[in-house]
């Protein structure tokens, strides 16, 4: 089957939250396969520098949702 197909929604692409241990800072990257919560991976903290970040999280943002037109009712 193709993956788009008229009324179906497009393949999502998640996010992979990790945290350093030695500073809490937070960061995103593209999900990878493997990927899994509290799991210790071996990515460079972009604010101290430690080689060692725990995934603490694992989601798919939301596109911003248009809102609705507003028809007023006489």
């Known amino acids: 089957?193709?993956?788009?197909?008229?009324?179906?929604?497009?393949?999502?692409?998640?996010?992979?939250?990790?945290?350093?241990?030695?500073?809490?800072?937070?960061?995103?990257?593209?999900?990878?396969?493997?990927?899994?919560?509290?799991?210790?991976?071996e990515e460079k903290c972009p604010k101290c520098g430690c080689t060692k970040m725990k995934i603490i999280g694992i989601y798919v943002k939301e596109k911003p949702k248009k809102p609705a037109s507003k028809s007023k009712a006489f």
């Open 1 to 41: 089957m193709f993956p788009q197909m008229r009324g179906e929604k497009p393949l999502l692409k998640p996010l992979t939250y990790l945290k350093c241990p030695e500073c809490g800072t937070t960061n995103s990257r593209p999900f990878k396969e493997g990927d899994y919560v509290f799991k210790e991976v």
